[in-house]
């Protein structure tokens, strides 16, 4: 018997699957092939390897960063204190090591105390940043807010408001951390390539990193699911505390001093990265591996801007402010087409 109205029952067997491109997915990827096309139109020099080294070192210490921040902002939270973390643990390091000299001199111990120094700092920088805002039932925005103001205040007081500068001769023992280069590969791309590969694991093939998902994409599911929110939640700020040591620990080495203007706009580098990588800064859906990309693009244009006149690198800070907003807004529409 024939259908009423003409119509031939669709194909239940034998169909194809149609072939779906993820554009949200290789966007970030495509947008920096294209910094790299225009990079290269505005100056030859920009391929050169030693531009290209330039730009993987610097974006190592954002890079990761912002792997840490990827997963607070993807179990829903944010932490503004990265930067001043940073300052902090830098200036703590510095004075540190520089106070072991006298006793055990410039050595590799020295430089294991110092490193040794700033993970437990990060870590605990990181848990009381968690602790506060799940225990305190405190918007994280607000917490580490209060944070970046008082690990900035302690630095420059620590500095007396100058600089706190590292001992000349455990400079000279440490500077390989940051110079240094495996089959010439500079040290700062090895270890950020290895927090990348690290989160990445523990944020897609871990229960863990499930965990981190469901709570971004709504909290009170994850609490009948019976998930531990604020222990996650506060795992999280760990992470990123960690992730902020190690980013110093890569970084003291390299100007070998610290001061209260060390770190300044960290965080909005490590949100822009994060966000620009496809994070969804509500919540709920991270990618690691977009946050690296998203590093890499905004060293690129600060390096772009450095290599042409048309635009003032002083505005670096301006351009990393309307992606955030772009990018944002982006996300919201899909979010809109989605929810319809």
Known sequence: MSRPDNKALPATTGSRV??????????????????????????EAFLSSGNLSNIFTRSSFIGIIAVGATFVI??????????????FIAGAMIMVMNGLVQSIGPGVETVLIGIGVSIVLGIGAGAINGLVSTRGKIEAFIVTLGTMGLYRSLVTYMADGGTLSLDFGVRGTYRPVYYGDVLGIPMPVLVFLGVAIIGYVLLNMTPFGRKCFAIGSNEQVALYSAINVDRVKTLTYIIQGLCVSIATIIYVPRLGSASSSTGVLWELEAIAAVIIGGTMLKGGYGRIWGTVVGALMLTTIGNILNLTDAISNYLNGAVQGLIIIVAVFLQRGDWRRKKN
């Open 18 to 43: 149609p072939f779906h491109i993820d554009f949200k997915a290789i966007g970030p990827f495509v947008a920096l092939i294209v910094l790299f096309v225009l990079g290269t139109a505005i100056n």
């Open 74 to 87: 993807t179990a829903g939270g944010i932490d503004l204190s990265v930067g001043s973390m940073a300052a």
